[in-house]
């Protein structure tokens, strides 16, 4: 609702902008491009997003959170600092839109001129002090164990129909006899408490999933459910990405050594069968 109300009253100023002030300078932003970070230690892996909106600050104060690409009338003239931050929409729901932790701000001092267009074409890339646990299926192992309760598995494909990145992908068919997966990340995380930790995931889906956040210790083991990505019809099926954001499941786990991430899926209500695609699945933190 409070993000209902910042876009009601943003377009509201703008429009008195534009009614108020006829002669506005104009800025234009278009998409993010994401570049690999050459100062980067270890593996950042596919530079794939979906930095689907920007946060802009000009002479340090907000102008607004808007969707790419876009273009908005700006009062002020002359020579300025404009700051253009990555916003991703927080878990895959649109109505939080969150500064995107990992990535650096793309920052230009430039003149604005009235009713005259400054176009933008930001670039960004990951900050050089982070941490990375990484699975893209481009090696021969696949760090996604299979829970001996499941009655189907994960197994790496490369349809060209489907393939996007890299050389193949994750994924998993559920039918009506297999029709439950259950898996979790190999290995041990050690995620940092109070601090932000995001797992991203690229998911081309037609049966719900959901995410979790093991958390483990010398005397407990617990799984706890956390986003779900839901099915998409198979005749507009497509690649999507979301940013999960686990810092608080994370920082509750006080008695956690290490951590894993875990995926549920049972065959949807209603179908005779399902399938899971996943790829550039990364844990993030600095």
């Given at each position: 609702m409070r993000?209902?109300?910042?876009?009601?009253?943003?377009?509201?100023?703008l429009?008195?902008?534009?009614?108020?002030?006829p002669d506005p300078a104009w800025l234009e932003v278009n998409e993010f491009v994401f570049m690999s970070n050459p100062d980067l230690v270890g593996v950042e892996g596919e530079l794939s997003h979906n930095f689907s909106d920007a946060?802009?600050?000009?002479?340090?104060?907000?102008?607004?959170?808007?969707?790419?690409?876009?273009?908005?009338?700006v009062l002020l003239t002359g020579n300025v600092n404009i700051k253009i931050y990555p916003t991703i929409r927080n878990n895959g729901i649109s109505a939080t839109k969150k500064i995107y932790p990992f990535v650096e701000v793309y920052e230009i001092n430039a003149d604005l001129i009235a009713n005259q267009t400054l176009t933008i074409n930001p670039s960004t890339k990951y900050h050089s002090s982070l941490q990375f646990w990484i699975e893209d299926f481009e090696t021969s192992t696949v760090k996604i164990e299979t829970d001996p309760i499941s009655l189907t598995t994960l197994s790496k494909q490369n349809d060209p129909a489907i393939l996007k990145w890299g050389n193949s992908y994750g994924q998993v068919n559920l039918s009506s006899i297999d029709s439950t997966w259950i898996a979790y990340t190999d290995g041990s995380m050690i995620l940092p408490k109070f601090a932000e930790v995001y797992l991203e995931i690229d998911y081309y889906n037609t049966n719900s999933i959901v995410t979790g956040l093991i958390e483990i210790s010398s005397?407990?083991?617990?799984?706890?459910?956390n986003?779900?990505?839901?099915?998409?019809?198979?005749?507009?099926?497509?690649?999507?990405?979301?940013?999960?954001?686990l810092k608080e499941l994370v920082s509750a786990s006080s008695a956690a050594e290490y951590f894993k991430q875990s995926f549920?899926?049972?065959?949807?209500?209603?179908?005779?069968?399902?399938?899971i695609i996943l790829d550039?699945?990364?844990v993030v933190h600095f």
């Open positions: 993000y209902l109300l910042f876009c009601a009253f943003a377009i509201y100023i429009s008195s902008c534009v009614k108020n002030n946060t802009v600050i000009i002479n340090g104060k907000v102008i607004g959170i808007f969707e790419l690409p876009f273009k908005i009338p005397s407990t083991i617990k799984n706890h459910d986003i779900q990505m839901n099915a998409q019809e198979l005749s507009t099926v497509k690649w999507k990405k979301i940013y999960i954001d549920k899926a049972g065959l949807d209500p209603g179908k005779s069968e399902g399938k550039n699945i990364k």
